[in-house]
């Protein structure tokens, strides 16, 4: 965690500080208990900072407001309060220190005007979802000096009237930046419109449940604040942009322009199974890049490619598909995603010269997904040709004597990636640690195979195509790899609409946390803006049929508890390492009595299998959710059936999400006949077992083998990717981790991230 704040406000100016996680995000909700202390310390002249805090009572919360009136330089403080368990006492953690040195206000630095255009458009005041926003900013006396500018949004609310920002709504603050003013007073940088808008948003606007969002600027410099409310209003792609409006300048009389009815839109088409245009080509590279170029390269990287005009690029790239069977919307959607991120949009045709050992080899990466050649035995470099060879071969040219050729003709360009992707990079086959992780069903499909299940394989693709920097890291260049994905997905292949039923899914539940469960594996989290009075501490569970109709299988309550760490057997002696502050007899299925220390541990006793022994589960630091599961579930309606009941075991708590995932493994199967030997106890212990802590796990008795087999595919489907069954051959299942102590029962354990939250 961290501070972020003016660290040079103006003296008798009110600013705000705040602290954020480290991903720079603002926490929005007060689940754990926890809130923040803030002291406040002055530097005298020795150098020594003096607690100043008025009272030596601090401030509280997550952000908090400072006027500072001395010209000197301050030290704030901040200390994490979280309640202890079960004395429910505030314990103090130091989190950071901030340092903020006021100024006396400025007489000579001025912001002189601020405006947001779409530059190159022919009315600079209109904007589709896939163009960049140009923020321009004038300033005196700031050479050098950094302004930081704001972008709001404000939605249309009305079907004949753009909103005025004045009057009509509050704004929502939805991007800012900081950016250098140059020797001429002037400060630019770009906003894609995808950085602009929530997921909800690009989604309505896309699919034409919104007409318009429109967008304004804000620039601000210590005391200074300059807002330009002219706005750019970024318009649905199923209303006729150029008949909006005729003078989108005037912000100030929206209110009385009437918006022409809009053209009935054409009939839009996914690009499975069909050509790229030119046009397509073009709208793809300037939705990424922010301007319609390919293949320019870099001032001390000229690209040498021989042809860069659209035109060859977009015939070369349909043939590519149509040859290696690139066909659908999801396998075209991987594949420039990746080719994207090797390629920089289009921009180079190999790998540039850096630190990188391949950058510097005679089988550099070239192509539109890099074909890269293979290191010598101790070697650095990349000087056997490897896959160049393999490539050769296969299509009967001599890539060995001229690699270059790889990166010099675009139809080897285009082509070399497509069969990458289609024939040579492939999950090994079984048995194989890659299979055991990622599941039986991925053995031996190439990458082109994997594409075809859309996200779930999106780390898996990129993984076998360029690698882990260590095994347990997500893949080179992951980040830009997953932005290129959601983006294209979202904003150009407008994937969800044509493939996933995206109107239903837009739908928030308004009163209380859902999960939405759908056929197809996807799991969404949908958080209303406010929760309705009485079930602040609920979670309704809904899933979705392949028609999309919607079934409301429970509601359930959620506590929140110490985190544990997976559990030790310390066979029969009772663990004394802490101070005990309750010990009491419990009849909770196999265990018989529960130990809870000063510390927050906790230690059960009981027996497995004829044997008497301890378990003991440390506390770790933070808190979990666990939602009581209902004792019995027996939904039956219209064909959907959810049903399970519990053996003799109260372990019958477990987490939210893996709850979401078993609902929908019951549903996709419709068995009757599933028993559950449970997850977790309330406070995230799990006797006898050591695994299934903070209720990431769910076990299940087994079933007869055909169904079980159907089961055991239904439950990965929907997240748990971690099974274990047993080694006996009759209990033995592909695709699973095999044990012993699982001949009886199967184990899944959860993938969190299988999880997608939306924020209404």
Partial sequence: MKIIGEKKPIVGVTEMYSVIDSDGVLFTNNTNNVTYAWYIFKKYK?????????????????????SLGYNVEYRLDVYKLEKELLSQKDKASFVASYFVTPTKKGSKSEIKKVVLYNKGAKNVDLAGIGNSLTVRVECINMINKQVKVHVWNVENKSESNF????????????????????????????????????????????????????????????EQSVTNKTAVVVVSQYQSIADIFENARSMSSYNDIE?????????????CNRDFKESDVKELVKFLKGREAIWEGYKNAPCTIDDKSFATLTKELNAMFKKYKINHCAQKLHFLAQACHETDTFTLSEETKSNHASSQSIYKGRGILQLTGVRKNGENYYDLPGPYETYSDYIGINAIRKPQIIAEQIKYCLDSGGWMFSVFKKMPNAPSQAVDRWGIETAGKSLNELALDGDKYL????????GRPKPEAMPNGWNKRKMNYDLLKTGFFNYDFFHNNAKQKTEVTDDVVT??????????RHIPKTIKSGYEDKYKYVYHDKDDKKYTICTVKWHATGRKETGKNEGKVMPTHSKIISDEKVSEGQTTRKVIYENGDVAEYGYNKGIYFWNLYKSLKGKIELVKMPNELNYNYSGVVVKYSFSNTQRRYTSPNALAGFIGALAETGFTNIITTGSCFAEGTCFPSVAHVNGKSIDTLYIDRANQTEFITAMNKFGFNDQITGNDGTHTYKGTKNKSDHNDHLHSGFDESKIKLIKQ
């Fill in 163 to 222: 909103i005025n920002a004045d009057i009509k709504s509050e704004p929502n603050l939805m991007n800012s930046r900081l950016i250098d003013i140059n020797e001429k007073g002037i400060g630019l940088t770009q906003f894609n419109v995808m950085q602009l808008l929530s997921p909800t948003d690009s989604m309505d606007l896309m699919i034409g449940n919104k007409k318009a969002i429109g967008f304004y600027v804000t620039a601000t410099y210590e």
């Fill in 515 to 524: 999960y939405h469960i759908y056929a197809n594996g996807e799991i969404e």
């Fill in 459 to 466: 780390e898996l693709i990129s993984a076998l195509l360029n």
């Fill in 259 to 271: 918006t022409p009815a809009p053209e009935k839109p054409k009939e839009k088409k996914c690009f």
């Fill in 46 to 66: 020795n150098g020594a900072f003096v607690n100043v805090t008025k009272n030596n009572v601090p401030k509280i919360g997550q952000t908090v407001p400072y």
